[in-house]
């Protein structure tokens, strides 16, 4: 299935604009076109040329959010936004971004990838390259586990457990594609217990969540008036979760991914470890690899050429 097949970028810039869900405060992204072998960085639009790029080097705090950090700034919430691109098989954009933290918009990632669908996707004349799982990888994290096995397709599945009865044992699976991505997964949204957000906000989290962009977990039901969009929408939301933390990559990931009470931690020290680990994927269409050391990690790592 990966014979010469193209990368892609968007045919026109689009923007978005909210505020977001953690700092409580405005910002605009505009995601631009960029060419063959770019990936995803994001730039600073005031203060200078800065980029981070959206690889696994420049990942910083996971809680409650992936935190990208640069030279001096950084960029939360991103994967809501990189779940959408990669999603939608988008390899190439520069998203430009004025504020610390990617909008909320309506707490999924259905604004994003419609943005992009509106913006068009252009082929590239350039092969995309995949990393393909080529042995078991698992990795524990208190009663939290995720593993990666080989196979064809990029499958995600997910199983959550919490006591909360309203969210309480979900699992959800599929092979991701773009139609798929749109119908099934991209517009679940984040949620969160409406007990814990005290504790939340005294830390510094949740300060610009509301029931418009987050499904809200009350005593016993689900706060919001409309319902949820999914009988299962916290489980597909973990499986939007997971897609834009492995988005991280830098390519696309054949193979499964499961997750056991999974979050943003856990996928990184997953996507760490499986890049960490050279015996347990392969790069396919690989058209300038860059090796490098990544901080904690003794193995060589990935990480697509700079242009
Ligand atoms: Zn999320």
């Keep these: 299935m990966t014979a010469r097949v193209l990368q892609t970028t968007i045919s026109h810039p689009v923007n978005l604009s909210g505020v977001g869900i953690h700092c409580g405060q405005p910002a605009t992204v505009r995601i631009v076109p960029a060419g063959a072998d770019h990936g995803i960085v994001f730039r600073r ?5 800065d980029t981070i790029r959206a690889d696994v080097a420049h990942i910083g705090a996971t809680d409650h959010c992936t935190t990208l950090v640069g030279d001096g700034w950084s960029v939360a919430t991103v994967e809501h936004l990189l779940a959408a691109l990669s999603g939608l098989e988008i390899d190439n954009a520069l998203v430009e971004i004025d504020g610390p933290e990617v909008p909320a918009m309506d707490g999924s990632a259905a ?3 419609e943005a992009l669908d509106q913006a068009g996707i252009e082929t590239l ?3 995309r390259h995949f990393i393909r799982v080529t042995r078991a990888i698992r990795v524990e994290l208190g009663r939290a586990a995720a593993e990666f096995r080989p196979g064809a397709q990029r499958r995600f599945e997910v199983e959550l457990d919490f006591a909360n009865p309203v969210v309480g044992r979900q699992t959800y699976a599929a092979d991701l594609s773009p139609d798929l991505f749109r119908r099934d997964i991209g517009p679940a949204r984040t949620f969160g217990f409406l007990a814990e957000a005290q504790a939340l906000w005294s ?14 977990v009350g005593d016993g039901h689900i706060v919001n008036p409309d319902g949820a969009r999914f009988a299962d929408e916290f489980a597909r939301h973990k499986a939007v979760d997971a897609i834009g933390d492995l988005a991280l990559a830098g390519a696309p990931i054949l193979g499964t991914f499961h997750t056991h009470r999974g979050g943003h931690s856990l996928h990184a020290l997953a996507l760490k470890t499986l890049l960490a680990t050279p015996d347990a994927y392969e790069i396919l269409e690989q058209p300038a690899p860059r090796f490098g050391r990544l901080a904690g990690f003794s193995a060589a790592v990935y990480g697509p050429a700079v242009s």
């Design 125 to 127: 004349d350039a092969p």
């Design 203 to 216: 830390r510094g989290f949740a300060l610009g969540a509301s029931l418009d962009n987050a499904l809200v």
């Design 45 to 49: 639009a005031r203060g200078g040329a």
């Design 111 to 113: 604004p994003f990838f």
